[in-house]
């Protein structure tokens, strides 16, 4: 895609009298890099804990990871997708798998979905609350 437009510009350079500059080409050709980069990652909020335990300071990092793949999945129908809930999904069938048990790719998306809904509709103590929680639990 930039090298046809960059082909472009150099055709345009040779047809284009002297002087004469191919703004618009060139900021093209700008636009189309600035949108293959990566969109910038939120940083997480402060967590609220006064000098956690690391335990609690990966966990408080795990809650927002959690909490911003979820809201980054989310589809405009209300199902979610990516790249992000399918490593989700991939992690969940890789642990039941561990544990002894086998799940299936749809009980796995069906799994996820709801952890996610619940990760978007909780508050961020509540979620850090869960997370470390399951944490002790396992």
């Not at 809650?63 to 809930?85: C, I, M, P, R, V």
Request: hydrophobic letters at 35%.
């Amino acid at each position: 895609m930039l090298a046809k437009r960059a082909e472009r510009i150099d055709r345009k350079l040779k047809e284009t009298p002297r002087g004469v500059f191919p703004i618009m080409e060139i900021f093209q050709v700008i636009m189309g890099i600035i949108g293959m980069c990566p969109k910038p990652v939120v940083p997480a909020p402060v967590n609220p804990t006064p000098s956690p335990s690391p335990v609690q300071a990966a966990a408080w990092d795990d809650a927002w990871k959690l909490k911003s793949t979820a809201e980054g999945a989310l589809q405009d129908d209300g199902s979610y997708s990516g790249k992000g809930f399918q490593k989700t999904v991939s992690e969940t069938r890789k642990k039941s798998r561990r544990d002894g048990q086998k799940m299936k790719k749809s009980e796995a998306i069906e799994a996820v979905s709801a952890m996610f809904d619940d990760a978007r509709s909780s508050a961020m103590p509540e979620l850090y609350s869960d997370v470390l929680e399951a944490r002790h639990a396992s």
